[in-house]
């Protein structure tokens, strides 16, 4: 779609004179204006796109409203809710006091360390929490200590658990629950989803680059494997997240002279880590035309070039896409059923599945266990909801 081509050669920072003769022809081609505004908004880029239109002197190719609609969510200090810049100055002044609380090293992930090391102003890349990454000794005392400073939670530390069974599995959460004093916060224990590769983890700890006090920040290279593979949880769960890529191909143009390919590639030794990593280049490359290296390029995601383009954003393709996460929890819970020690611990955790404790239904499952009866008429809705998520695939 002419709308889509719209974005991928506006969405960025600096625009190419191939941009520009690309944007000014589609602009002249009769786009759906609004169209190119909820694919813009939706994938929030719509700054990316303000940003590099003034710095170019393209901001007439935009209809009017549109522009107006963009300068809103770029600056507009009088509307706070559309306000991108007043937002994330509120977030870095409550990360700069979280950093004076922490005793121990602190690594900003995502956003928060984004618009401080790679974005010209705060004004420019959104988000809607503050992630955190702690040394995983410390994770639950960090938890505490800012819940001593003010900042509250919906869950507990510890979620109550189906059973003994599956209490004694090992916890794999990426991050702790979500603390909130204005601003929501995240205490990551791991750079990846499920704690995988803790090994990678630690390096990327004890490779940190000290910014001042406690406060730290990732190489290059580690804040790039953990932008790809954040890319590639989000495709199964919603298919693309236009922003996540642009932060990929940001990072690798303003970095492109000194990123050490070599040791990424060290780092990537897994096959299913480097699989998410080229994935997420690969994506940076085939719609931002990102300067990835041949051999990061994943030879199965560039076959498939034409489909990317062409359902980027597609209802139908999300509607499949949000079915992918259901045959993932089913792997995950029979891997986890082999983690059970014998086969007594195997059909206990298979029973309390669809038998969960009391405990378990009237604080985690929410549902009335007041009595026996109504204990007794909570498992049948339990197991319906068991039914419409991983049978129907609704939630």
């Known amino acids: 779609m002419k709308e889509d081509a719209f974005i991928f050669n506006a969405a960025r920072l600096h625009l190419a004179e191939d941009n520009i003769a690309a944007l000014k022809e589609l602009a002249g081609s009769g786009l759906d204006?609004?169209?190119v505004a909820k694919k813009a908004f939706t994938h929030g880029v719509s700054q990316f796109i303000y940003y590099a239109f003034r710095q170019h002197d393209l901001t007439d190719l935009l209809p009017k409203e549109l522009l107006k609609r963009f300068q809103i969510e770029y600056y507009d200090t009088e509307i706070e809710y559309y306000d991108t810049a007043l937002r994330n100055a509120k977030m870095l002044e409550a990360f700069k006091e979280i950093a004076s609380i922490l005793p121990n090293k602190v690594i900003p992930l995502k956003g928060i360390e984004l618009i401080q090391s790679l974005y010209p102003n705060i004004a420019l890349r959104s988000m809607c929490d503050i992630d955190l990454l702690v040394e995983q000794e410390y994770v639950e005392e960090n938890w505490y200590q800012l819940r001593d400073f003010g900042y509250t939670s919906s869950l507990p530390?510890?979620?109550?658990?189906?059973?003994?069974?599956?209490?004694?599995?090992p916890e794999t959460c990426l991050h702790l629950p979500p603390l909130c004093k204005k601003v929501a916060i995240e205490v990551h224990r791991s750079l990846f989803q499920d704690n995988r590769f803790r090994e990678i983890t630690r390096q990327a700890l004890a490779s940190s680059v000290n910014v001042s006090g406690n406060q730290h920040k990732l190489t290059q290279e580690m804040m790039l494997i953990h932008l790809c593979t954040h890319f590639f949880k989000h495709v199964y769960y919603m298919g693309v997240v236009l922003r996540e890529l642009c932060d990929i191909n940001e990072l690798l143009?303003?970095?492109?002279?000194?990123?050490?390919?070599?040791?990424?590639?060290?780092?990537?030794?897994?096959?299913?880590?480097?699989?998410?990593?080229?994935?997420?280049?690969?994506?940076?490359?085939?719609?931002?035309?990102?300067?990835?290296?041949?051999?990061?390029?994943?030879?199965?995601?560039?076959?498939?070039?034409?489909?990317i383009f062409s359902s980027f954003l597609r209802e139908?393709?999300?509607?499949?896409?949000?079915?992918?996460?259901?045959l993932k929890r089913l792997k995950s819970y029979f891997v986890s059923l082999r983690q059970q020690p014998s086969p007594a611990a195997k059909a206990a955790y298979i029973f309390r599945t669809f038998v969960p404790e009391k405990e378990w239904m009237g604080m985690a499952g929410k549902y009335d266990v007041s009595t026996a009866g109504k204990l007794a008429m909570a498992y049948p809705r339990y197991w319906l909801k068991l039914v419409n998520v991983y049978v129907i695939g609704r939630r």
């Open 33 to 35: 204006w609004s169209a």
């Open 157 to 169: 530390l510890h979620a109550v658990k189906k059973s003994q069974a599956h209490g004694e599995l």
């Open 316 to 326: 139908e393709v999300y509607v499949k896409k949000v079915r992918m996460p259901l």
């Open 253 to 307: 143009r303003k970095h492109e002279k000194t990123l050490d390919w070599h040791k990424i590639e060290q780092i990537c030794v897994v096959p299913e880590l480097r699989k998410e990593v080229m994935t997420g280049l690969s994506y940076a490359h085939i719609l931002l035309d990102a300067p990835v290296p041949e051999q990061f390029l994943a030879e199965k995601t560039l076959k498939n070039r034409e489909a």
